[in-house]
């Protein structure tokens, strides 16, 4: 399920993955601990937070996911599994789903809301103007700074961001 939404520019995220790291006070050229930052969320966001729950309580191919909650902020719950994954393997999947729900938050928080009630399949969308693009692209930029992995081989982005062989792959096609 997707959202149309304003438009965004591969430049505008990479923009944006650098105020986000700056507002999580996150180096900017290194790993992005995202177990340290959901720690902030309640700081950063106004009346939102995480929880960590039950591998069943989300479907199977959900591992994550954002809601808005009744206090008017967010609410990240995170399966269980790929917390611990996260934690205990600092992999780029588990890493990745966590930041990826901490970007709607953020693009959210700065106007990158829904312009229809209509939800859309996969593909239906432009990807530039497709809520879920964007949050995948400014969570691709958070992790992965592109000034800092320009030039490098995947191997070498995987060792310093912890992320997977598919997303340092992809982070050196663009």
């Known amino acids: 399920m997707d959202y149309k939404t304003k438009k965004m520019s591969r430049k505008t995220a990479r923009m944006l ?24 969320i309640p700081d950063k966001f106004e009346n ?18 954002c809601f808005q909650n009744a206090a008017g902020g967010f609410t990240i719950q995170i399966k269980e599994s790929v917390y611990d994954g996260a934690y205990r393997y600092y992999t780029g999947a588990y890493r ?3 930041t990826h729900e901490l970007c709607h938050v953020f693009l959210f928080s700065i106007g990158y809301t829904p312009v229809m009630d209509r939800s859309f399949n996969d593909n239906e ?9 964007q949050a995948k692209a400014v969570c691709g930029e958070v ?13 070498e982005i995987m060792a310093k961001y912890g992320v997977s062989s598919a997303q340092a792959k992809y982070r050196q096609k663009y």
């Open 143 to 155: 992790m992965m700074p592109y000034e800092e992995t320009k030039g490098m081989i995947p191997y």
């Open 125 to 133: 969308l432009k990807a530039y103007e497709s809520v879920e693009w």
């Open 17 to 40: 993955a650098g105020i986000l790291r700056k507002i999580f006070e996150v180096d900017p050229g290194g790993a992005f601990p995202i177990l340290d930052v959901l720690e902030k």
């Open 48 to 65: 939102s937070n995480y929880e960590v729950v039950d591998d069943d309580k989300l479907d199977i191919n959900n591992p994550a996911r």
């Open 96 to 98: 990745d789903h966590i």
